[in-house]
């Protein structure tokens, strides 16, 4: 018999349960699995999402079964003792729920796409299923909370997927427990196709770049952690000294619902400075691919150690250089000088005199841009990630027959 198929021939059923409906960071990684997973034919997945959105519409668009029911979504009110009251509710729920969407179907493994969600190990426990989460955080603080989660980890879980060394390691410092059961598998792309001129060049319209200028673009959430304020204080350091480049900075993104204020924040901030003609907002884009396009250096200046970076990728598969902060997940993608530029975390100088060199140097642009796109492919494609995350199913039956 074939690992991943049954007895019959027949595909395995996997469950995935995912924290959004979205399409950011971990919200791809998911898209790129299930979608990828389901063309392989050897495991079927059955994905579970918390509402509608861009995410579901692109899983039903590539023929994957998903389904909107409770996840139980552990946010940081649940270590009070009303809302971890609230969310044994909410795993009673989604249990229940997927109940409806299982049918009676053999499920071989249950899927969590990151920490935040409890719904899908609640489950399995109750189903007596494997188990697997798929760990796309490093949590430093608050403490409570950086503990608890591995913890919780170790508890609920037969395998643990990291998404890079750092994440790994933090798990497994905090968990000694989870070495034997932790593997790490790199997020990866798919082939990105072609995009046409005409696409880039509408995204540059959109942004206001004036024709000449570099296109510098930051991609990801509006909030404290992705580093937006670090990059609008850097370019106005550069302004303040009559350095600053022929160049315009797009930030591409959206926030949380309810966490308005983190716009408001970066708007003001570059008003004050008086950076409106060198700096714009553009809300989410479905397709990103138009915006690696038409950049011209890509920013990831993360204020606090991220698990992963898939923008850093993205970039690289357009051969786009990138700039980096220097901590992180971001250290298995980025090598300094070699696939993009590391920066010291936080240090507004040192990320202006990063956008300088880069901004005044074509020949390095072009090589790092080389460089990360041939990383890029050999290191974090689609097809390794998708056959990493099925060595560690195979494993997974194997050890429970």
């Avoid at 509608?52 to 139980?72: D, T």
């Avoid at 009559?242 to 708007?267: N, S, Y």
């Avoid at 479905?286 to 991220?306: G, H, L, N, Q, Y």
Wanted: net charge neutral; proline share 5%; with cysteine.
């Amino acid at each position: 018999m074939t690992l991943g198929a049954g007895s019959d021939g027949a595909r395995r059923n996997a469950l995935f349960v995912h924290q959004s409906a979205e399409m950011y960071g971990s919200d791809k990684v998911l898209l790129y699995i299930v979608t990828g997973l389901l063309a392989r034919g050897r495991y079927w997945p059955i994905v579970v999402v918390p509402s509608e959105g861009p995410l579901v519409e692109a899983l039903r668009g590539s023929g994957v079964e998903v389904h909107v029911a409770e996840i139980a979504k552990v946010a940081r009110a649940v270590f009070t003792p009303r809302g971890f009251l609230g969310l044994i509710g909410q795993m009673r729920t989604a249990i229940r729920d997927y109940d409806k969407v299982v049918a009676g179907r053999r499920i071989e493994l249950v899927h969590s796409n990151t920490l935040a969600v409890l719904g899908g190990a609640a489950w399995a426990w109750r189903r007596k299923v494997r188990h697997l989460w798929h760990v796309h955080e490093i949590i430093i603080s608050p403490r409570l909370v950086s503990k608890a989660f591995p913890r919780l980890v170790s508890m609920a879980s037969d395998k643990v997927i990291s998404n890079s060394t750092l994440t790994e390691r933090w798990l497994v410092t905090e968990q000694p427990s989870l070495q034997p059961r932790s593997v790490v598998v790199f997020n990866g792309l798919p082939p990105q196709g072609e995009v046409s001129a005409d696409a880039a060049e509408a995204f540059r319209r959109r942004t206001g770049a004036r024709p000449g200028d570099l296109l510098v673009v930051l991609a990801g959430r509006l909030n404290r952690l992705k580093g937006q304020g670090l990059l609008i204080d850097a370019i106005a350091r550069l302004k303040a000294r009559g350095m600053l480049p022929a160049l315009h900075v797009a930030i591409v993104g959206d926030v949380f619902a309810g966490q308005e204020i983190w716009r408001t924040r970066l708007v003001d901030q570059v008003a004050e400075a008086g950076l409106g003609e060198h700096i714009s907002f553009v809300p989410f884009v479905d397709d990103i691919r138009p915006v690696w396009s038409a950049a011209d250096i890509a920013v990831v200046p993360s204020t606090e150690p991220e698990s992963f970076g898939m923008v850093a990728i993205e970039a690289m598969a357009a051969a786009v250089p990138v700039i980096a902060a220097g901590h992180g997940g971001v250290l298995d993608i980025v090598e300094h000088d070699s696939t993009g530029l590391l920066f010291t975390p936080c240090d507004v100088e040192a990320l202006a005199q990063a956008l300088l060199k880069l901004a005044h140097d074509p020949a390095l642009r072009a090589r790092l841009g080389a460089e990360g796109r041939r990383h890029q492919l050999s290191r974090f494609s689609a097809e390794s990630q998708i056959a990493g995350v099925e060595q560690v199913y195979d494993g997974m039956l194997l050890e429970a027959r």
